[in-house]
């Protein structure tokens, strides 16, 4: 008989086999018990045929990664503890001194900031270009460019580029692109299979998911994610990501396995109710532009519905809006302060609707040709009755506009 304290550690109860539920089990570890020393020498994590520790993977971070591929289409994954996270664990395992990677002017801000102080202190050049212009993206590959990375749509401003263009673009020099998917969240488009029945496959060679936003869907939870169709290139990815000890923790795993089954639904919610928030706004003489990719006149828009054709579920549930240039930056602040249903917050994808108000102009290279001038918000839409949303946006325009 051992003692009390040791028979609740090496507790020799396990329960029945076959236990099912709607929602699969939640493994913790930090450290993975072997069988024996020659299994603790051999044991391979790297194809996911076994365990090795924690941070090297779970039955839970397996489960969650190949739902992930299924969802974009993908046949590795890596799972990060951000969406900023997998986009620091591309440069890092793909970037060396001396390489250049190219950006996109609207690309998601923290993006732009790696490549401008940690980068570049490493001796890795960058480039901003111009999204709406493949020639300017051709024209600005050079032998030092190694990555390229492309969004769609673009972060705050929601133009959207031709994809399909930017990828061949790329693929015809050789470069290697990776698209930061969070917009369309494998949702909108195929980001490994852009034209559908055309053969050889047309697809960026890495999808980066903030599943901060719809595979959370709760606005509670940090997680990113690297999926690739390449061996070898996710081998890269996943040793950087094993030597930097980038892990994720099982509740939140749990928390995104838990979301991930209603994601389809949710996404289309917010795509209808957006729709019809940045068909309204458009009526509305206090707002000189709405940024939407299903608006006719949106920048983009006909790259837009050739790239994501279905009605329903195509386009997010992000718009922005651009105020006359005439109404003071004190006027929209108060437009902000007065949102009751509208909360003031960063990110997306949860059922509570927000709103951010952005300097365009610290944040590009220009102001875009194809933007009015004037103070940008950008609306993050939840899962609220769109009348509701639509009555908050009124009332407030009326307070700071009257
Ligand atoms: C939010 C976001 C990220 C970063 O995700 P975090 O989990 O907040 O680090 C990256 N790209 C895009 C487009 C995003 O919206």
């Known amino acids: 008989m051992v003692d009390l304290t040791t028979a609740l550690i090496h507790h020799p109860y396990a329960p029945p086999e076959g236990f099912a539920a709607p929602q699969p089990g939640i493994f913790k570890a930090s450290t993975v018990i072997f069988p024996n020393v020659a299994a603790m020498r051999n044991f391979e994590w790297k194809d996911k045929t076994a365990y090795t520790y924690g941070l090297h993977g779970t039955p839970s971070t397996y489960m969650l990664e190949e739902r992930l591929c299924t969802l974009e289409g993908g046949l590795q994954c890596v799972l990060l503890p951000s969406g900023l996270a997998a986009i620091a664990n591309v440069a890092l395992a793909l970037l060396r001194t001396g390489d250049e990677v190219l ?99 047309l697809g960026v060679g890495l999808s980066v998911h903030a599943l901060t936003k719809y595979p959370s869907g709760g ?61 309204w706004s458009q009526t509305r003489i206090e707002f000189a532009q709405v940024l939407h990719p299903a ?31 005439y109404h003071r930056q004190d006027q929209v602040d108060a437009f902000c302060n007065a949102l009751k249903l509208f ?38 839409v939840g899962l609220e009755a769109v009348t509701d949303l639509q009555a908050d946006i009124e009332q407030s325009l009326k307070t700071a506009f009257n």
């Open 103 to 201: 950006i996109p002017d609207n690309a998601y801000g923290p993006n732009k900031a790696l490549a401008e102080s940690e980068l570049k202190t490493w001796g890795i050049t960058h480039r901003f270009y111009d999204p709406m212009n493949p020639q300017d993206l051709a024209a600005k590959i050079s032998h030092q460019t190694r990555l390229v990375w492309l969004e769609a749509a673009g972060s705050v401003t929601l133009e959207f580029p031709d994809l399909c263009e930017l990828v061949r673009v790329c693929q015809a020099r050789g470069v290697l692109t990776a698209l930061d998917n969070t917009w369309g969240a494998g949702l909108a488009f195929a980001p490994f299979d852009l034209m559908p029945g055309v053969r050889p496959a």
């Open 219 to 279: 606005g509670d939870v940090l997680m990113g994610s690297v999926i690739t169709r390449d061996p070898s290139l996710h081998m890269k990815i996943k040793l950087t990501h094993m030597r930097m000890g980038w892990g994720v923790g099982a509740n939140d795993v749990e928390s995104v396995l838990r979301s991930l089954p209603s994601m389809a639904l949710r996404y289309r919610t917010h795509d209808e109710t957006t729709r019809e928030l940045a068909r």
């Open 295 to 325: 608006l006719p006149d949106s920048p983009g828009h006909a790259h837009w519905r050739a790239l994501c054709p279905s009605d329903a579920g195509g386009a997010a549930g992000l718009f922005s809006v651009i105020f006359q240039s």
């Open 343 to 380: 909360k003031l917050g960063y990110s997306w994808g949860g059922p509570m609707s927000l709103v951010v108000p952005y300097d365009l102009a610290t944040m590009r290279s220009g102001w875009p040709a194809y933007l009015k001038q004037g103070t940008l918000l950008r609306f993050s």
